[in-house]
C-alpha cells in the first residue's frame, strides 16, 4: 500500500516548494514531485525597459542571492553589445561575487541546513568540557573553553524551558535519524550562533563596492564606485568612492572570511559528516552535471582564465567534459508539459531562451488541496534540458567540473576530506557529498580571494584607475537588433540571462536559474528533475509526520525557489499599488 506524504513549504526561508513523496509499505521514496507554488514575472515586466535598467529589477528576483542576478544581467547586456569592460571592474565583481560564495555558503550550512543534523535539544545533555576538547581537537578556534559552551549551553536551556525555541523552533528534535553525540551538538549551536554575527560583518565588501548589501549596485560597461586615491575623499562602508580605506576594510574581511572558513566552517563539516557516512551512498539525483563557467581573470570572453570551466558531465564520466554552448538552440531549452504555462506552438515542445515565452495557465486545484495532479502540470517551474538531458548544477557539478580538469587545490582539498572520511570520489555523488562539496568550495574561493584583491591594488598603485567602459553606454551606438547572454555560477549553480535588444528597448528577456534546473518538475519523456531524481535514491522515512529524511536531501541542493517563482493574483487583480516620489 503507497502513500503519498506532502512536504509544504519544504525550505526554511522560501516557502515556495512543495514536495510530494510517495512511500511503500515499508516507509520507502519510490516516486517523488517536486512543485513550485508561486509563479514568476519578472521577464514580463522587463519586456519594453531600457536594457541599461534591467539588472535593477532582474536582481530582486531573489534577496538570498542578492547579487548574482544583477551580475548575470549586466552580463547579458554587455555579451549582446560586445561591450567589454576595464581590468579593475572584472576584479571588483569577481570579489562581489566570491564574497556571495562563501557568505551564501555558511549562511546555508549553518542556518538552513544544519539543523538537519543537529538536534539542538540534545545539546542540554552536552558536558561543557567534553565539547570544549572536541573543539579544540579539530580546530585552532579561538572560542572553544567549557566556559564558553557552558553559556551557550544556558542560552539554549532558556529557549527549551520557557518553550520558547525562537530560531529553533519547528524541528524534528529528538528523531532517531539524528546521530551526532550531545558535545557535537552543542559546538554546531555554538557555531550557529556565531555565524549569525559574522554574516553580519562579511557583507561589507558588497557595502564598499556597491553601496549596500543586499542588492548593490551594479552598472553595465563596468563598476559603479569610483576609485580614488586622495586621502580626502569619501570612502569606505559610507562612502562614495572606493579608497584605500575602504580597501584596507576589504583585505581585513578576507582574511575574517578565511579564518572562519579553515576554523569553523571546514572541521565542523568534516565533524557531522563522519557522523553520516550512511549519506555518502543515497541521494545521487541524475548523475549529470553541468556548469557555465566563472571568475575570469581577462574578461568572459576567455574562457581559459576562468577559475570555474564551463562543461557538461553525462553518467558520472569525468573522463569526458562536453562543451556547452549557451546561444546553440539545440542545447538549451525549457519544457512546460508538467507546468502551468503554455506555449504558442503546444506544451510538448521546447523552447531556447531567445525565443522563450512566459504565458501561464494555471490548471492545477485550488489551494488548499490535499495533493497534486502529478500526471498533468503539477509546477510553476519549467523543466531546462541541456541537449535533452536532464542536469544538476551547483557545488557539486563545479567540484566535480574542476577535479575533472585537473585544477589541483580541489584536488588536494577533496582527497584530504575523502581520507579523512575513508570514503572513494565516488561518495561525492550523493546527499552528503553535495553538503560536503559546498564547503570544499568555500576554501578554494575564499582563498583565491587575496589573489583579486592583490591584483585590484597593483593595478591602483600602477595608475590605473578606470572602473567603467564608456564606449558604448549611448543607445545610439548599438545596433538595431542584438541578442546575448549573460551567465555566471551562482552560488547555488549555473544560473543565465538570455536578452533580446530591438531599437534599444528589451523585446524579450528570460532567465533560466539554478534552482529550475534542479527543481523543475518533470518533462515531456516523463524524465524527473534532480530533486525528484535524488529522493528516489534510498530513502526510507522513519517517520513520514516528520520527513526528515525528504529535508535532509533537497536542502543539500540548497532551494531558492524565489529565483525560480513570484507571487500573482489567480484572477489577475492588482495586489499592491506603490507610488514613488
Known sequence: MTQRVVVDPITRIEGHLRIEAETAADGSITSAYSSGTM???IELILQGRDPRE???????????????????????VENALNYPIPPNAQLIRNLMIAAQYVHDHVMHFYHLHALDWVDVVSALKADPAATSALAQSISKWPKSSPGYFADVQKKV?????GGQLGIFANGFWGNPGYKLPPEANLMAVAHYLEALQWQREVVQIHTIFGGKNPHPNFLVGGSPSPISVNPGDSGGVSGTALNMTGLGQIKATIAKMQEFVD????P???????????????GEGVGNFMTFGDFPADGMGDPSTWLIPSGAILNRDLSTIHPVNLTDPTEVQEFVSHSWYDYAAGKNGGLHPYDGETKLNYTGPKPPYAQLDVEQSYSWLKSPRW??????????????????KGHEPTMELAAMALKTLDLPLTAMFSTMGRTAARTLESKIIADQ??????NLVANIKAGDLAVHNEAKWDPATWPAEARGVGFMEAPRGALAHWIVIKNGKIENYQAVVPSTWNAGPRDQNGKPGPYEAALMDRHTLFDPKQPLEIQRTIHSFDPCIACAVHVVD???AELTQITVN
Open 268 to 282: 565542523d563539516t568534516l565533524a557531522i559528516a563522519s557522523y553520516y557516512k550512511d549519506w555518502f551512498a543515497r
Open 387 to 404: 541537449k535533452g538531458n536532464v542536469m544538476e548544477v551547483g557545488p557539486l557539478a563545479r567540484i566535480l567540473m574542476l577535479h575533472a
Open 570 to 572: 489567480p484572477d489577475g
Open 39 to 41: 509563479v514568476r514575472g
Open 54 to 76: 534591467a539588472w535593477a529589477f532582474a536582481q530582486r528576483i531573489c534577496g538570498v542571492c542578492t547579487l548574482v542576478h544583477g551580475v548575470a544581467s549586466v552580463r547579458a
Open 449 to 454: 580571494m587575496p589573489t583579486w584583491y592583490d
Open 157 to 161: 536551556k532558556t529557549f527549551v524551558q
Open 263 to 266: 576554523q569553523v566552517y571546514v
